[in-house]
Nanobody, 121 residues
Framework: VQLQASGGGLVQVGGSLRLSCAAS????????MAWFRQAPGKEREFVAY????????YYADSVKGRCTISRDNGKNTIYLQMNSLKPEDTAVYYC???????????????WGQGTLVTVSS
């Protein structure tokens, strides 16, 4: 599946952003979809995943309560609503697809190109 992330930008501390990831190709609705992020000089880290039917959503502790992952299988799109943003949320955010639910990057075979989120203080 091909993925295209968008929606990043510059936001002040405490602000909000909604990221989108549009998918095309194989059967999007059968995949677990996730968001990861990578800050400068750091490893890529898990943010959230959502199962194919959206029955399970799982979040990293660092974003729990501030972010909401969702999907619209009719539009082949997933979203990440981010609220109460902090400077440490600054990173390139990537969407990814996997046949199984996981927080590990190696489980995800398809990746979007990333969208930059910068939180300024």
């Amino acid at each position: 599946v091909q993925l295209q992330a968008s929606g990043g930008g510059l936001v002040q501390v405490g602000g909000s952003l909604r990221l989108s990831c549009a998918a095309s190709g194989r059967t999007f609705s059968s995949y677990v979809m996730a968001w990861f992020r990578q800050a400068p000089g750091k490893e890529r880290e898990f943010v959230a995943y959502i199962t194919s039917s959206a029955t399970i959503k799982y979040y990293a502790d660092s974003v729990k309560g501030r972010c909401t992952i969702s999907r619209d299988n009719g539009k082949n799109t997933i979203y990440l609503q981010m609220n109460s943003l902090k400077p440490e949320d600054t990173a390139v955010y990537y969407c990814a697809a996997s046949p199984i639910a996981s927080t590990r990057t190696y489980r995800y075979s398809d990746w979007g190109q990333g969208t930059l989120v910068t939180v300024s203080s």
